[in-house]
């Protein structure tokens, strides 16, 4: 049974920076990410990374956000710099299973970016 374990969202002034952390338990992950849904918009992509530690960012957030993994610990981080409101969201942990097709998503962390 997969487990994720999100933490690390929160309300924070624009400009200001947050990292979140998903810890995933229950098999061994091939690529593990984040994505976010804002009020009345689709789910989107933010950032994922590979078992290896190749990455792959939306274009939008190149440069602000950064995504690392520890395999040892099963935990994937987002590091979140230069906020602005147009970052608030749900933030999804999603992870994908060595072998598998199927993914798995966290319960989601909000963000909130606001003075």
């Known amino acids: 049974q997969v487990q994720l374990v999100e933490s690390g969202g929160g309300l924070v002034q624009p400009g200001g920076s947050l990292r979140l952390s998903c810890v995933a338990f229950?098999?061994?992950?091939?690529?593990m990410g984040w994505y976010r849904q804002a009020p009345g918009k689709q789910r989107e992509l933010v950032a994922t990374?590979?078992?290896?530690?190749?990455?792959v960012y939306a274009d939008s957030l190149k440069g602000r956000f950064t995504i690392s993994r520890d395999n040892a610990k099963n935990t994937v981080y987002l590091q979140m710099n230069n906020l602005t409101p147009f970052d608030t969201a749900v933030y999804y942990c999603?992870?994908?299973?060595?072998?598998?097709?199927?993914?798995?998503w966290g319960q989601g962390t909000q963000v909130t970016v606001s003075s």
């Open positions: 999603n992870v994908r299973v060595v072998g598998s097709p199927t993914d798995y």
């Open positions: 229950g098999s061994t992950f091939s690529a």
């Open positions: 990374v590979t078992r290896g530690g190749s990455t």
